[in-house]
């Protein structure tokens, strides 16, 4: 038989590439998992917006956060993932038209993040 040239031998692996790469699939890992819950945290921020939005809508055509209109909110914010939510200076004194109105939350979200928003605009019923 005709040689070919030197036989070339197959490199062994060792534990350090397989290590390298088990620890990169764990950062990986890791780094989707903050992502996926940073965007839940995202995604019940904006949910919260929304209902507070609704909310001080129909404060506007009422002149104030009725006792009824309150309990909802609560219960709407805390099955969002709200808790501890706590109404600071919110307008529950019916005001006349064209006064000042504030929806105003503070609460923590998923028990982690404590969040605050306030809402303000005017009275518009008749």
Do not use: C
Request: aromatic share 6%; glycine share 8%; charged share 25%.
């Amino acid at each position: 038989m005709r040689s070919r040239g030197p036989l070339r031998h197959r490199s062994r692996g060792n534990i350090g590439e397989l290590m390298a790469i088990g620890l990169y699939i764990v950062a990986l890992t890791w780094i989707l998992t903050v992502f996926l819950h940073t965007v839940s945290l995202i995604q019940k921020k904006s949910e919260i917006s929304q209902l507070l939005r609704e909310r001080m809508l129909q404060m506007e055509t009422v002149g104030f956060l009725t006792d009824e209109a309150l309990s909802d909110l609560t219960g709407e914010l805390e099955t969002a993932g709200l808790t501890d939510v706590y109404f600071e200076d919110t307008t529950r004194a019916r005001v006349p038209y064209g006064a000042r109105i504030t929806l105003e939350i503070s609460g923590k979200l998923e028990g982690q993040v404590t969040i605050h928003e306030t809402r303000t605009s005017t009275a518009k019923y008749r």
